[in-house]
């Protein structure tokens, strides 16, 4: 497994200077996305860039093969039919974009801190999620609750049954020095990182997991 952290650029010229160069990263059924102004939106071509780099390197294609269509699960979970051993998951805030790449299941998340709101966590988290929050010192409890939302993320992702309906059955434990997940139906093991100011979870079918983050530029997948 591996993850790979990409910041957007500071002005959105370079990425429309380079615009044939990116489509060489994108399947035709996303050149639409080359369109796009909001971060949010650029942010998600660039995880569907990132995927189809990674992909190109690790079965060592030739430069002009045409990237491959993303299909999609029932509940929206992205994947490669043509290649189902190249698990991926991508996810974006602010002005950042991680993609995990693993062979088997695999799902991250990442924010940057988010303010514990116990109205929210007391209607979609589980009851002992709620109650170990409530339980911490005021100034603890936007950082527990940043790192239970992203893990609780991560977890749907990667067994890809979204988050509808679903936070509150299970609950993940973060008081001691291992992750521990309850109420789930399948095996999975997490991983927590911190970068600056972001919380990244990775949550996996395996327990390999990455001591560190890869850093990617735009350039270095453009190769410019």
């Given at each position: 497994m591996?993850?790979?952290?990409?910041?957007?650029?500071?002005?959105?010229?370079?990425?429309?200077?380079?615009?044939?160069?990116?489509?060489?990263?994108?399947?035709?059924?996303?050149?639409?996305?080359?369109?796009?102004?909001?971060?949010?939106?650029?942010?998600?071509?660039?995880?569907?860039?990132?995927?189809?780099?990674?992909l190109?390197?690790?079965?060592?294609m030739?430069?002009?093969?045409?990237?491959?269509?993303?299909?999609?699960?029932?509940?929206?979970?992205?994947?490669?039919?043509?290649?189902?051993?190249?698990?991926?998951?991508?996810?974006?805030?602010?002005?950042?974009?991680?993609?995990?790449?693993?062979?088997?299941?695999v799902?991250?998340?990442?924010?940057?801190?988010r303010?514990?709101?116990?109205?929210?966590?007391?209607?979609?988290?589980?009851?002992?999620?709620?109650?170990?929050?409530?339980?911490?010192?005021a100034?603890?409890?936007?950082?527990?609750?940043?790192?239970?939302?992203t893990?609780?993320?991560?977890?749907?992702?990667c067994?890809?049954?979204?988050?509808?309906?679903?936070f509150?059955?299970?609950?993940?434990?973060?008081?001691?020095?291992a992750?521990?997940?309850?109420?789930?139906?399948?095996?999975?093991?997490f991983?927590?990182?911190?970068?600056?100011?972001?919380?990244?979870?990775?949550?996996?079918?395996?327990?390999?997991?990455?001591?560190?983050i890869?850093?990617?530029?735009?350039?270095?997948i453009?190769?410019?």
């Amino acid at each position: 497994m591996q993850l790979y952290l990409l910041k957007l650029p500071s002005s959105n010229d370079y990425l429309l200077a380079n615009n044939e160069r990116i489509k060489h990263y994108l399947h035709v059924d996303d050149y639409g996305l080359l369109a796009v102004k909001n971060n949010s939106q650029i942010l998600s071509m660039l995880g569907k860039v990132i995927v189809q780099y990674l992909l190109g390197k690790q079965y060592a294609m030739q430069n002009n093969i045409s990237p491959f269509p993303f299909a999609y699960t029932k509940n929206g979970k992205p994947y490669i039919e043509k290649y189902p051993n190249f698990c991926f998951n991508i996810s974006h805030t602010k002005e950042w974009v991680v993609v995990a790449v693993a062979d088997v299941p695999v799902g991250v998340d990442i924010e940057m801190l988010r303010l514990y709101k116990p109205e929210v966590v007391k209607r979609f988290f589980h009851k002992d999620e709620y109650a170990f929050l409530e339980g911490l010192p005021a100034h603890l409890r936007d950082v527990s609750f940043t790192r239970l939302w992203t893990l609780k993320e991560s977890y749907v992702k990667c067994i890809g049954t979204g988050i509808a309906n679903n936070f509150d059955k299970f609950a993940i434990s973060i008081n001691s020095t291992a992750i521990e997940i309850k109420g789930n139906d399948i095996p999975v093991f997490f991983k927590q990182h911190k970068y600056d100011e972001l919380f990244v979870s990775v949550c996996s079918f395996s327990n390999i997991f990455p001591d560190d983050i890869i850093l990617l530029t735009i350039e270095e997948i453009l190769g410019k």
